[in-house]
């Protein structure tokens, strides 16, 4: 490629990433409220990029890697979310760093920035440098990134191909959410979940940038999860919780009193929280407190541990539920609120219960018809989830192979762009 025409392969990102964030906000706002947003992000992004011009590195260092792993924020490293998959690929002798995407105070502080290789326009000017900074520094073969809807993504994709390298998303659950964010889609390959993920992701009327998608599976289920199947005999229910923005809502609140006054109702039932990773669940923690038979798992008790304690899952609005299904437990799809099903659960399980007697009977169903509601179950993880339990491997051989050079195997479908036409 020709160094005009390379240029111009620069200039063509800045100008579609403009049309895309103005799209994005004329899909929630008018025109006044979204050219006001417009012109507010973008005096922001331009003196984020000034900034950045005075504050760039006269040198990146050297610290090179096979596999550089680019989380959302520092704070995400904490959660060890990716442990499996670093400890598998440096396990097999690659050299895998993971770094996190700084906030712009610390990225202008320690200068975290070289200047782009092409021009770009001011505003974005800071994320194409701090792109470059990382490429130089790691000079990976491969970044697998983390961060959905980053601004980074498109300038990194484009410094790591001038390398001959390659730009990954891992999915860090499934893609059916309506999240705005997920309109990002620029990078060489996707690694989604399953086929639910790629049939939401295909139906969205807004995508910025082409990409390979590839069924991967999760890299962060291995056969800890292939468990015998649940014995109703037992009588432990699992409730996954929700997020701690999600538990502040009126809906969600009487979810989880729902499941309190069923709690008090069947206490030969054993009930089981697990809590989602940033919550402290203190609705929860209260009730456990009260209730002999409600118990709030510790923090380290992992996902397949819990699901190994129980017999049943109650499911609210939790990717969790597809690792339950997988482990071969009975689910019930529970939720007082009036959000939408996401994960198609009442296509699979059967109607949403919001109310004590809903419950009772749905719990009372699945001890008459185990089979049938473990037959529920294998169906819903198969949708969501390719490969089941050997996701984990199958991440593993698709990294091993765009480090060789090979086009992984597996089911792949080339998502194209609504924006750059």
């Not at 989602?276 to 409600?294: G, M, T, Y």
């Not at 609120?337 to 749905?362: H, K, M, T, W, Y």
Request: glycine share 6%; with cysteine.
């Amino acid at each position: 490629m020709s160094a005009d025409a390379v240029a111009m392969q620069w200039a063509n990102k800045a100008t579609a990433l403009d049309r895309y964030r103005w799209l994005l906000l004329r899909e929630r706002h008018g025109w006044l409220g979204s050219a006001l947003r417009f012109l507010r992000e973008a005096l922001g992004d331009t003196l984020f990029g000034l900034l950045a011009r005075f504050r760039l590195a006269a040198v990146a260092g050297n610290e090179p890697c096979d596999f550089l792993l680019l989380q959302s924020a520092p704070k995400v490293i904490t959660f060890q979310r990716k442990k499996l998959l670093i400890e598998a690929l440096r396990s097999r002798g690659h050299v895998l760093i993971e770094t996190a995407l700084p906030e712009a105070r610390t990225l202008l502080r320690e200068r975290l920035l070289r200047r782009p290789p092409q021009p770009v326009p001011l505003r974005y000017f800071a994320y194409a440098a701090h792109a470059e900074w990382l490429v130089e520094h790691y000079t990976p073969q491969v970044v697998l990134n983390d961060r959905n809807g980053s601004l980074y993504s498109p300038f990194l994709r484009l410094a790591l191909n001038a390398r001959q390298a390659l730009l990954v998303h891992l999915a860090h659950a499934t893609t059916v959410e309506s999240s705005r964010r997920l309109g990002m889609n620029d990078y060489d390959y996707y690694f989604l979940f399953g086929q639910s993920s790629l049939e939401a992701l295909q139906a969205r009327e807004l995508r910025f940038g082409c990409s390979t998608a590839l069924l991967a599976g999760s890299h962060m289920i291995d056969t800890a999860f292939d468990l015998a199947p649940a014995d109703p005999a037992r009588r432990v229910l699992l409730v996954l919780g929700v997020g701690p923005d999600k538990e502040k809502e009126a809906g969600y609140q009487r979810t989880y009193r729902l499941l309190r006054d069923w709690a008090a109702r069947n206490p030969d039932y054993q009930v089981l929280v697990k809590a989602h990773p940033r919550s402290q669940v203190p609705f929860w923690q209260q009730e456990a407190s009260v209730l002999d038979n409600v118990e709030v798992l510790p923090r380290e008790c992992g996902l397949a541990e819990a699901l190994a304690r129980a017999s049943l899952v109650v499911n609210i609005m939790s990717n969790a539920v597809i690792e339950a299904a997988l482990a071969r437990r009975p689910l019930l799809y529970v939720n007082a609120s009036d959000d939408a099903d996401i994960f198609a659960q009442e296509r699979f399980l059967g109607p949403c219960v919001a109310s004590l007697e809903g419950l009772q009977a749905a719990v009372s169903g699945i001890e008459q018809d185990h089979a049938a509601a473990l037959a529920r179950s294998a169906d819903f993880a198969e949708y969501h989830l390719a490969h089941g339990c050997a996701g984990l491997t199958w991440n593993i051989q698709a990294l091993t192979s765009l480090l060789e050079g090979c086009h992984p195997s597996g089911v792949s479908v080339a998502l194209t762009s609504t924006v750059e036409q």
